[in-house]
């Protein structure tokens, strides 16, 4: 058998997190979790809530250091937040006072990144979302869906190889919801980037997933995995 290089992009290895509280407590959170996410996949962990999903996703964006196990990304343990992992978390991330446009440019106006360049970076993931006529729009005056627009370009602009989204569609109602859903999934087939999804639906996860693994209740530990592949009959919808 040949000895193939590992193509896996982003690789978790025994991780576990214990929380010590205020009151001397310790909590499990999530316990020996294993998993490879294949460049390009999307990765849809659902569990219900309280299991240990935003942790897990926080160890991956380099927020919380684990207590147990370590993260790879290319190789490379995952110490601190970087800027090939762009984070989209399920509300209020966005500048309200400031319009759409001002918002999806920020992080690379921080960045240096020259004017023209930024520009169309922008308004081209603008146009992937439908946002084109909002640029100018102050985001407290846009919807919840189209606020989450927002949150994804600007994860976008910055390019990142893997999106981690954290509910992000949680706060939203059934029908945007539905929507965004199927945007989510252009997004993903568009740009080509991983996508490492958290929900508690499970007709969520269904509906996007490549990879799912699902949860068990805390300590958190990856239950069972399934390849999918409804998500190619959903690119057919219309976001
Ligand atoms: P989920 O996102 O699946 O709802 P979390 O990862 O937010 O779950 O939380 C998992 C468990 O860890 C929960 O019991 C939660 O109360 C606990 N927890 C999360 N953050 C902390 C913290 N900073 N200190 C103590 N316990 C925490
Ligand atoms: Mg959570």
């Known amino acids: 058998m040949s000895t193939q290089p590992n193509q896996s992009e982003l690789r978790v290895e025994n991780l576990s997190m214990v929380y ?8 499990h959170a999530i316990e020996d979790i294993n998993f490879n996410m294949d460049e390009g996949n999307l990765v849809v962990v659902v569990g219900p809530s309280g299991c240990g999903k935003t942790t897990l996703l926080n160890t991956v964006a380099g927020f919380l250091a684990p207590t147990g196990g370590r993260i790879l990304l290319n190789g490379e343990v995952i110490e601190r937040p970087g800027a090939e992992r762009g984070v989209v978390f399920q509300k209020g991330a966005l500048f309200e006072w400031l319009t759409v446009y001002e918002n999806a440019v920020f ?10 360049k930024r520009h169309e970076r922008v308004m081209n993931y603008l146009d992937l979302v439908g946002l084109t006529d909002f640029v100018d729009t102050p ?13 994804i370009v600007r994860c976008l602009a910055n390019n990142p190889s893997i999106l981690l989204m954290d509910e ?14 199927t945007l989510i999934l252009k997004i993903w087939k568009e740009t080509g980037k991983g996508v490492f999804f ?13 990879d799912l693994f699902v949860m ?22 219309d976001p």
């Open 20 to 27: 010590h509280t205020e009151d001397g407590q310790d909590v």
């Open 107 to 116: 992080g690379l106006k921080m960045r240096g990144v020259d004017e023209d």
């Open 139 to 151: 985001i407290y005056n846009l919807s919840g869906g189209m606020q989450q627009r927002v949150a």
């Open 168 to 181: 992000p569609l949680g706060a939203l109602d059934a029908l945007t919801r539905e929507k965004m859903q």
């Open 198 to 210: 958290i929900t508690h639906s499970v007709e969520e996860a269904i509906f996007l997933a490549t």
């Open 216 to 237: 068990s209740a805390r300590p958190g530990k990856i239950m069972k995995r399934s390849k999918l592949d409804f998500c190619h009959k959903g690119l057919d919808k």
